[in-house]
């Protein structure tokens, strides 16, 4: 029996994120697992930095410490170890979370298709079915694997590391946040327009799609009609269609990335400047710029890809609702179409 345990149709939602969370009936707990182990990660690479600062200011160069030393140093190898283990464990429960939720998924559009009514295959291109069958799928798959978990890590890093800059000089932390207003309003702008040049491509990626289908299948027919140019003129002007969509999609991401890189770059920069001046002031000591160095690098790093992630997660997004306008048809309860019983 390859029908779900969960019936998918109760997943189909207006709001896309939660319609995403109902389709992972059955792994919630796993995904969860993986958002704190990421967490705890995000704790482990922070704490090696404050250890960083407590060894070089009150540890390095003085004589009556120096046997804290190894521990310091076992301290630092334990921190590494724990952040691998939880980065090696949240990977683990993300892919068993989006391996299991689209076997699921595919299991269920296998079942489900075959008993939509003919009126709607008769209305609906094979090449749409099949776009949303394998693209649309994997792109959910993408999502749950690597986007919605990196939402967790992004937002621990950020929150975590925030927090630690915080504790260091609260005048640098609230300094080296200056840029993130300004990397969300670019994302949104970019996520509207993604989203929109995205769809438009994978319907076009269908019509191609169902093109080659319609020759394949009647190859026969064309040849007896000598209709071969006319369906390959057909087939280009469609083919070409989707290179100039698809070049659209890639101009928008061209253009976002290189925006909120340079944003994010100065933001850095400025960030490093000041700490060095502070720190030949005397304000701040080695130590914690030292620190800072590190810190400033996890807090720029979720900024610059919270904005990449807002973006491609307009794909997973777009594909989750062409899935479920399939999902939400009504079949016919005819089983013996199936499964071939009388």
């Avoid at 389709?23 to 704190?36: D, E, P, S």
């Avoid at 590494?80 to 090696?88: I, K, M, P, R, S």
């Avoid at 996890?298 to 610059?304: F, G, K, L, S, T």
Wanted: glycine share 6%; net charge positive; aromatic share 12%.
């Amino acid at each position: 029996d390859i029908s779900p345990p969960y019936d998918l149709k109760n997943s189909v939602s207006d709001n896309r994120l939660v319609g995403l969370w109902r389709m992972m009936h059955g792994f919630h707990w796993t995904f969860v697992a993986a958002t704190v182990s990421i967490g705890l990660a995000a704790l482990a690479k922070t704490s090696t930095y404050l250890l960083l600062r407590n060894f070089i200011d009150d540890v390095l160069g003085q004589p009556a410490k120096a046997n804290l030393i190894p521990l310091i140093a076992l301290a630092f190898i334990g921190l590494a170890l724990f952040e691998g283990g939880f980065t090696f464990l949240a990977g683990r429960w993300a892919a068993r979370t989006a391996e299991g939720t689209v076997r699921v998924l595919r299991n269920y559009l296998y079942n489900h298709i075959q008993r939509l009514p003919f009126t709607y295959h008769d209305t609906t291109p094979t090449g749409e079915l099949i776009q949303r069958s394998t693209s649309d799928v994997d792109a959910i798959r993408r999502f749950l694997s690597d986007q919605a978990t990196a939402i967790g890590r992004i937002v621990m890093l950020f929150t975590v590391n925030f927090i630690a800059l915080l504790l260091l000089n609260w005048q640098l932390a609230l300094f080296s946040i200056i840029v993130v207003p300004f990397v969300l309003l670019i994302s949104i702008f970019f996520f509207k327009r993604i989203s929109t040049a995205y769809e438009k491509y994978q319907e076009q990626e269908a019509i191609v799609s169902t093109t080659l289908q319609e020759n394949l299948t009647g190859v026969r027919v064309v040849r007896a009609f000598a209709r071969q140019d006319y369906e390959q003129a057909k087939f280009d002007k469609a083919n070409w269609e989707r290179f100039r969509r698809g070049r659209h999609l890639l101009m928008i991401h061209s253009l976002y990335w290189p925006s909120t890189d340079i944003l994010c770059g100065l933001q850095m920069i400025a960030g490093f400047t000041l700490a060095a001046l502070m720190t030949i002031n005397g304000d701040i000591t080695i130590g914690t710029y030292l620190a800072y160095h590190g810190l400033i690098i996890w807090v720029i790093w979720p900024m610059r890809n919270l904005g990449r992630l807002i973006v491609e997660m307009s794909q997973g997004l777009v594909s989750y609702q062409r899935v479920a306008t399939v999902i939400k048809q009504d079949v016919q309860d005819v089983p013996h179409l199936l499964w071939g019983g009388n």
